[in-house]
Every structure is written in C-alpha cells, then in structure tokens.
C-alpha cells in the first residue's frame, strides 16, 4: 500500500463511523488491518504526527505568535527556554534579525502574556507578541505528491473566534486533540474511556466540524519528514483597509498552505501572512511570487522568511494540557 496515498488523501473527511480504517481499506482495496499497520508505520518513521483535530481560533483557548531576536551563540540555549515553556507547540529558527519563532496556547490571553513575561526576564531578551485577528486559510493539510497546496484553497469561513467547545465536552476534546487510537473501532475506544455512548461522541465531532470549532479532521503529517523542508513565511505590510480583500485572494493561489492577519508590533510593520512548504528553496520563492503578483501584493513592502532548524513542533494543546493539569493535582 503506497503510504503517500494513505497519508495524502484523509487528511480531510476522515471517516467519522464505527470502522473508519475498513471504510479506507474499501476504498483503497486492502483490509482493514493493513491499514492499520500502514498507519502504524507511518508515526513509527514519523511522517504520521497523529490522526485527529485541528482547532479553530478560539475553541479552546487564546494563542500568540511570538519572535525574539536571540544572539546566535545563545540561540539553542533560548530556543531550550521556550521549548519548556506549558503551550509551546511549534518553534523554529528562520532567516531574519527576528530568528526565533514560536507559537503558544493557552487558557487565556492574560496566562500567556504572563509566561511571556517571565520568558523576558529569565531571558533577557524581548519577544513581539502578534495575536490573530483573521484566518484565510490554515491548517487545510497539502498536496504529498508535488508541491505542497497544489490543489486550490477550499472554502474557508474568516472567523475572528471560533464557537468554543463546552465544557462538558472538554474530555472528548482533549481525546480529539491527542489523536485517534490505532485500533479497529477507535471511537468506540473514546466512548468507553468517557462512558458515553459511540455515537455521541461521533455526532458531537460532527457538530464541531459543521459549526467550524474543529477546522478539520483527519491526518495531520509532519512535512519535514515526508522532504518539504525548505519553507518560508512571508509577511507583507498592507493598508488596513486592503488587508481582508487581498488575504483572501492570496489564500486562494496554489502553493499557499497558510494565511491569516495578525495585529502589527512596534517595529514590525507587518500585518498579512501566509506560509508555503516545498522541497527546494528556489521553487518555494517561485510560488510566493506568483501568489503575491496574482493576489496583485508583489509590489508591497515584504519579506520572506525561510526556516532553518526545527526546535519542537507538536499540534496544539488546549485540553490535553489542561487534562495533565487535572491529573497532576488530583
């Protein structure tokens, strides 16, 4: 069974039914257990990050992009700081005066800021906080075969916050979060862990895709495993009143695979931002220049960023972490 096909084609619409690994094996023409295995081998190699949820702005918590611009001799002992920051998920050096990057999640916006606070002062060092303020496009997964976002943008609601999930529901969703067991009847696993019916449990993801909490689920992979390694973020400075307009052009061009607003700091002007993976350089900057000339921005105050090392990246955690939490002081 050819792993590209296993991991690229559910990374939307994962079945939501009892079996969903015999649903794939019918569609794909194996069994039920070679799927499990094919899936099993993929987290194994790592190229799997985990079958589950991706959140909306908003769901569950607050979240934060954040830089700092770190001395070089000091950057893996900072990047170390922020990896053991509670809610760091992603954390990457890239080319730029601001060469570390990272995203946090929490609670709220006054717990972040607070672990940021305290991030300066054992640090030394200030951060810009850019919070969002709208989506166009994220977390669609991409194309495994050629370059990554080579289908077209699908239709994508720019919500500001996202209905947030109960709190009665928050167990399911740290579940959700975490990822799907590798087992025959995954949900029917959840449902027992949580003693509530299977079928509330699958109704209750439903409603959470179709009112837009969850944005998608289904396979999350890790790109830099499967050689989409050479990725860049780009950030451009337009004028408020444009910014909605050409977001959504630029989330619509092949090759971007994120792209939202986010509020300006002092002495970062920036307030549009999308993101292409590739596997070479020179292919990615090709990509980000035929969306911005198409999303009509190529002539606007921008730079691009590419990644250079990876320090931790994981999907984000609003109720595992706060499911640990629990457990810690129970």
């Keep these: 069974m050819d792993r590209v096909t296993l991991l690229n084609r559910w990374q939307h619409g994962f079945p939501l039914e009892s079996r969903p690994f015999a649903r794939i094996g019918a569609a794909l023409g194996v069994d039920e257990a070679a799927v499990i295995a094919g899936f099993e081998a993929a987290r194994i190699d790592g190229s799997l990050s985990r079958i589950g949820g991706v959140w909306a702005a908003g769901a569950g918590g607050a979240a934060l992009l954040v830089a700092m611009a770190v001395p070089s001799e000091r950057l893996e002992a900072v990047a170390a700081q922020v990896d053991a920051l509670p809610g760091v998920n992603h954390n990457y050096e890239r080319e730029h005066r601001f060469n570390l990057w990272f995203v946090i999640t929490g609670p709220d916006a006054a717990t972040l800021h607070a672990r940021l606070d305290a991030l300066e002062r054992d640090a030394g060092l200030a951060t810009l906080r850019l919070p969002m303020r709208k989506v166009y496009r994220i977390d669609l997964g991409f194309d495994l075969r050629g370059l990554a976002g080579a289908e077209p943008a699908r239709s994508e609601r720019t919500r500001h916050a996202a209905p947030p999930v109960a709190s009665s529901e928050r167990a399911l969703a740290a579940l959700v979060e975490s990822g799907v067991p590798l087992l025959a009847q995954p949900y029917a696993a959840w449902a027992e862990q949580l003693g509530t019916p299977e079928a509330e449990v699958l109704a209750t993801i439903g409603r959470w895709l179709d009112r837009g909490t969850l944005r998608r689920f289904g396979v999350v992979v ?45 002495g970062w002007p920036y307030n549009l931002y999308c993101m292409v993976h590739g596997r070479e350089r020179e292919a990615v900057r090709a990509t980000i220049a035929a969306a911005a000339r198409a999303a009509g921005i190529a002539d606007r105050p921008h730079e691009v960023l590419f990644s250079t090392r990876r320090f931790k990246q994981q999907g984000g955690r609003y109720f595992s972490a706060a499911q640990e939490v629990q457990r810690e002081h129970a």
Excluded at 238 to 262: K, S
């Design 222 to 266: 890790r790109h830099h495993e499967l050689g989409f390694d050479r990725n860049a973020m780009t950030v451009f400075d337009l004028p408020d009143d444009e910014v909605d307009a050409r977001g959504a052009a630029l989330a619509a061009q092949p090759g971007v695979t994120l792209c939202y607003r986010r509020e300006r700091a002092e």
